[in-house]
């Protein structure tokens, strides 16, 4: 399964995936029942999630709503550490996941915007590097694994400033690969998709972060908490959720 997943993943070009993947888990599911984890987005139990990745991961992905670890503990994390559930909110989401959409779109209180360059899921097409919206447009942005994707990084990470409302909040997460080194690597020359592979250990990755993302994202403006909030979670929650354990980034725009 981990195989068929994985060289999935490498050849079926990403917006493919989004249009087909939630069929496919859910033919899947039936062999996955049983109660020995959790999805906290759409509340479904299963014996264990689904490999993921292009290196499959174990217990990865929920075969109902296509959560991924990161998702999950995103979820909790908007629930307990957020008011976008119970305040009157406009959230702009990039690049928005299968996983979050309906659930967002069902809130009363939220005005919910997904944009995208390509993705067959949002409803507005967009080029992060220079946005179609006012400044001070949102409350909130959720830019979930993105900007490594994107040529100028920092441009996006200003169009984001730019679209916040003074006070507002964006959580911009992206991915480390151990050993995280000091410092981001990018090379502009590095271009084949195996040299970037090689180099970012994903060939449609453009630079590979480091310990300095927070400082990367102060950079551009925002006061930024690096969250370590899978930490503050009892043991059995996080291993019930499968729960991934990276920090999340939660920047606000100076008001």
């Known amino acids: ?8 993943i490498r050849n079926i070009p990403r917006k493919h995936l989004q249009l087909v993947g939630h069929f496919i888990a859910k033919m899947l599911s039936v062999f996955y029942l049983g109660r020995g984890v959790q999805c906290p987005v759409c509340n479904h139990h ?7 990745g292009r290196v499959a991961r174990s217990n990865a992905l929920c075969p109902n709503c296509l959560a991924l670890e990161r998702h999950r503990l995103l979820w909790v994390y ?22 979050f959409i309906d659930r967002m779109e069902a809130i009363d209180t939220l005005e919910y915007v997904t944009a995208d360059i390509e993705s067959p899921l949002a409803k507005v097409k967009m080029d992060i590097l220079d946005m179609p919206f006012k400044q001070s447009s949102f409350d909130c942005v ?53 040299e ?10 453009l630079r590979l972060y480091g310990k300095d993302y927070k400082q990367r994202l102060e950079s551009c403006g925002f006061n930024v908490k690096e969250d370590y909030f899978v930490n503050s979670l009892p043991m059995e929650q996080v291993r019930q959720y499968a729960l991934s354990r990276e920090p999340v980034y939660f920047c606000t725009r100076p008001g």
């Not at 399964?1 to 999935?8: C, E, G, N, Y």
């Not at 990470?157 to 480390?176: H, M, N, T």
């Open 1 to 8: 399964m981990k195989k068929l997943i994985s060289l999935a």
């Open 46 to 52: 299963y014996r264990k999630f689904l490999p993921y």
């Open 78 to 99: 908007m629930k307990q550490k957020t008011s976008l559930f119970q305040q009157e909110q406009r959230l702009l989401h990039i690049a928005p996941e299968y996983c």
């Open 142 to 194: 959720l830019c979930n694994h993105v900007i490594e994707h994107v040529e100028d990084d920092l441009k996006a990470l200003d169009e984001i400033l730019r679209v916040l409302k003074p006070g507002g909040w964006a959580i911009i997460q992206v991915p480390f690969f151990e050993p995280v080194p000091e410092h981001t690597f990018e090379d502009p020359a590095i271009t084949a998709p195996a």
């Open 196 to 205: 970037r592979f090689k180099a970012y250990g994903q060939k449609d990755h």
